[in-house]
């Protein structure tokens, strides 16, 4: 099982969700969950792939993450899921079905995501 987050250093609501998502893969590691949780950067601005990645990488260090992020420098990736909006969670079974999918922040979002991999877990089995 998957947790992809899609995020973007200028997308403000996308710095909260991070420090989510790096809690819950926190507790995931923890509990010795069979589910990878993954960032992934996308829609980054700026003049070439290479400013771009530079910037990716000076904030994630200044956030101390320390989840794997993916850099989708031509926001490939993300299109392939429509375009959501930033940020996004999706959670991906192991056979590539999109189980849940959240757009933007919301309430309760590390108790929420904790309790829809508890369940998708439990359903997979």
Known sequence: ???????????????????????????????????????????????????????????????????PTLFDSDSKMFKAYASPGLPSMVLISQTGTILRYHEGLFPEMGETLKRELRESLAEAR
């Open 1 to 67: 099982m998957v947790l992809v987050d899609f995020w973007a250093t200028w997308c403000v609501p996308c710095w909260k969700a991070l420090k989510e998502t790096q809690s819950l893969a926190d507790w995931a590691a923890a509990e010795k969950l069979p589910v990878r949780i993954l960032a992934v950067n996308t829609l980054e601005q700026g003049s070439d792939t290479a400013e771009k990645l530079k910037r990716v990488q000076a904030f994630w260090r200044s956030q101390r993450f320390v989840m």
